[in-house]
């Protein structure tokens, strides 16, 4: 079989604008640890609505700079939800802390925050709420809960630059202590790999600087300096740094993030028109007060349906729709199973992993290709169901 076209779920929009201004790092004098990077926290910043901007050399790295600064530690445990990449409880248990998994929504995805607090116990510091897809989780009712429980939120927003909620754009960190960010090519921006912390906390701020640079600091000695050239080392850190080149193609990206998520919320538009009351599938709910960025556009297969799962997704591939599952719940990799999570935790994230699919959605779609991804679905869908 010969595809004529093949749209995948998600890709980066790189013009010569974003080129040049690589380039012109390139015939610098600093590719790395230069002046592009904290120009580009600076922006970052300002657009979320945040204090501070911390870039990070990935999403991953973020989230592990964000549980570092925070505190997080050997018997602490945070509250996340299981429909996420690896990479949001991986990154606690890189400090020797234990994720604990509550249930999502069926409507969103999103951790339904009705059932955090009876997860909560003595040794819970942290709830980390991932906004899946783009779509906000409700942090007005989740602040409360933590409040009440004298515990502190992260937010996972890799999926959500740009979104808002109650008319504020996510990483503003008013409902949280730090959010982070993600510039994977498939993400709204991208910076190549790359991810960033925000946060209105200076002492976060200045921990999550030593902590993405080895733990060194040039400044706030402990002991004596030596000379202009000392430096301390007072954290176990990472080489976790982004580089000029990341960050001034950051910049050039993040002009045009607002015209990215217009058009995402174009197609999304189009695609829910089009899929309104078919018999075959749901999509994902914006509840009041969210104003999702669409990074997916999951589709929910019927119950009847979701058997047919592995024969509708193979099918789409055929037909050039680059679809892709989002996400096998995370306590059902080998390696979580090793530590004695076991299947049946999560229910309804378990029943929402068998039937959702993650169609083409990115801002260089025409409605030609929207057009497509409709029309390939519905021909599909009928052919097999």
């Excluded at 996510?170 to 498939?186: A, C, E, K, T, W």
Aim: hydrophobic share 35%; with cysteine; net charge negative.
């Amino acid at each position: 079989m010969i595809i004529i076209r093949f749209l995948p779920y998600g890709k980066q929009d790189i013009d010569e604008e974003d080129i040049n201004k690589v380039v012109s790092v390139l015939k610098s004098d600093f590719i790395t640890q230069g002046p592009r990077i904290g120009e580009f926290e600076e922006k970052l910043a300002k657009y979320c609505g945040s204090k501070y901007a911390v870039a990070f050399n990935s999403g991953t790295s973020a989230l592990h700079g964000a549980y570092f600064a925070f505190g997080l530690g050997k018997n602490d445990e945070i509250i996340t939800s299981p429909n996420t990449f690896v990479a949001t409880s991986n990154a606690a248990l890189y400090l020797n802390a234990k994720p604990v998994f509550v249930d999502v929504e069926s409507e969103t995805g999103n951790l339904d925050v009705s059932k955090v607090a009876e997860k909560i116990t003595d040794k819970t510091r942290l709830i980390v709420p991932v906004h899946y897809s783009g779509n906000p989780v409700d942090l007005e009712e989740l602040s409360e809960i933590a409040e009440e429980n004298n515990v502190k939120i992260i937010e996972d927003a890799a999926h959500a630059i740009g979104a808002r909620y109650n008319g504020e754009k996510i990483g503003n960190s008013r409902y949280s202590q730090m959010s982070i960010l993600s510039f994977h090519p498939v993400k709204h921006i991208t910076t190549g790999e790359g991810g960033a912390v925000l946060t209105n906390d200076q002492d976060y701020y200045e921990r999550l600087l030593m902590f993405r640079s080895h733990g060194i600091t040039k400044n706030n000695f402990i002991n004596q300096p030596d000379g202009d050239w000392y430096y301390e080392m007072h954290y176990l850190g990472h080489n976790y740094r982004i580089t000029d080149l990341q960050a001034v193609l950051g910049i050039s990206q993040l002009k045009k993030l607002d015209g990215f998520i217009k058009r995402r919320r174009e197609i999304a538009a189009i695609y829910n028109a089009a899929f309104e009351n078919n018999p075959y599938f749901d999509t994902i709910t914006e509840k009041r007060g969210c104003e999702s960025s669409y990074h997916l556009f999951p589709i929910v297969l019927k119950d009847r349906f979701k058997d047919k799962k592995r024969e509708i997704f193979l099918k789409f591939r055929q037909e050039g729709l680059g679809v892709q599952v989002h996400y096998i719940p995370v306590y059902l990799q080998p390696f979580y199973n090793n530590l004695g999570y076991h299947r049946g935790l999560c229910p309804v994230a378990e029943d929402f992993y068998q039937k959702e699919i993650s169609l083409p959605m990115y801002p260089a779609m025409n409605n030609d290709d929207v057009d497509y991804v409709i029309g390939t679905i519905f021909r599909v869908l009928g052919e097999i169901l």
